[in-house]
């Protein structure tokens, strides 16, 4: 069984589309997890409505009662697994009918432990925009060093291979960057998809602003959590500023 976690703060505009989604999966064994972070705006109640409108006791929610950020809300959803396997989902991404069939069929024929897919680039509405990240085979903790290509919400886990405590997300900015390779640097190898199974809603945000936090979040990493050199750093960063410029072209 795959285990869907979808951390939840105010996300009740996308709720109904997100649940629908995972329904109309073709690979129907799964598990829905809904982890509300506090919302403030009305995002339980929805939960809860949907839920009475159309029980399936494959979904649960789960509610936190304060809010601690998305990293939490996931290692929240990831002690509740019941599944072999943990996908993450962000509430306003769109996932392809057959994601999950055909990513769990492309595990299965690497005999991988941590594989992710390609992704379109959407705008508000979640519409593809042409613009498609594709993903390199194979990814080594180094190599995955300067480049964050793994996008959260194409992930797939297997917890028989990769230890469900790697997979806990730290609670530093970028949380999902510093797992993938908390796992990569354990010795796994993630296998990319070169499909694009995933849209990556981008709601209208300031670009300037995105790229400063973006440079700030992943120098941290580099410096404060994987304890690189500052030259080791400069490397990196130098090959990740490159790839994160072409991805948006």
Known sequence: MISIIVPVYNAAAYLADTVE???RQTYREWE???VDDASTDGSRGVMEALLRKTPDERIRLICKEKNEGAAAARNTGLENARGRYIAFLDADDVWKEDKLKLQLQFMTEEEAGFVFTAYEFGNERAEGTGKVVHVPGALTYRRALSRTVIFTSTVLLDTQIVARELIRMPQVASEDSATWWQILRAGHTARGMDQVL????RPK???SSNKWKAIRRIWNLYR????LSPVESMFYFTGWAVRAVLRRL
Request: no cysteine.
């Open 21 to 23: 989604m995972v329904r």
């Open 32 to 34: 829905l997890l809904l």
């Open 198 to 201: 995933v849209i990556y809603r």
């Open 205 to 207: 945000e300031s670009l």
């Open 224 to 227: 404060r959590v994987e304890r």
